[in-house]
Nanobody, 115 residues
């Protein structure tokens, strides 16, 4: 199983980024997926959720209206479109899959929002 994130970087406040997570080693289309983030000195927090078929999504209050999670099951990829970025969005962003008795994480991609 592999989850490989990409798309992070340095962006100014108010800017946008799109993160991608390419999954392999399992049947991507039958699993719900999540994006988490972890800022320095803080606990990892759930940012967004998407159901296996993409019809259901949910977001942390702190990102509602600014972030959009989506997926392309044909490409085994989940995305996180981030707009109106704020300095407090600075964190390492992780792709996540939960399964019975275990869970899988990507290596993370750094997002830094700074002028």
């Amino acid at each position: 199983v592999q989850l490989v994130e990409s798309g992070g970087g340095l962006v100014q406040p108010g800017g946008s980024l799109r993160l991608s997570c390419v999954a392999s080693g399992f049947i991507f289309s039958i699993y719900n997926m999540r994006w988490y983030r972890q800022a320095p000195g803080k606990e990892r927090e759930l940012v967004a959720f998407i159901s296996s078929d993409g019809t259901s999504t949910d977001y942390a209050d702190s990102v509602k209206g600014r972030f959009t999670i989506s997926r392309d099951n044909g490409k085994n990829t989940v995305y996180l479109q981030m707009k109106s970025l704020k300095p407090e969005d600075t964190a390492v962003y992780y792709c996540h899959r939960r399964r019975v008795g275990s869970e899988d994480w990507g290596q993370g991609t750094q997002v830094t929002v700074s002028s």
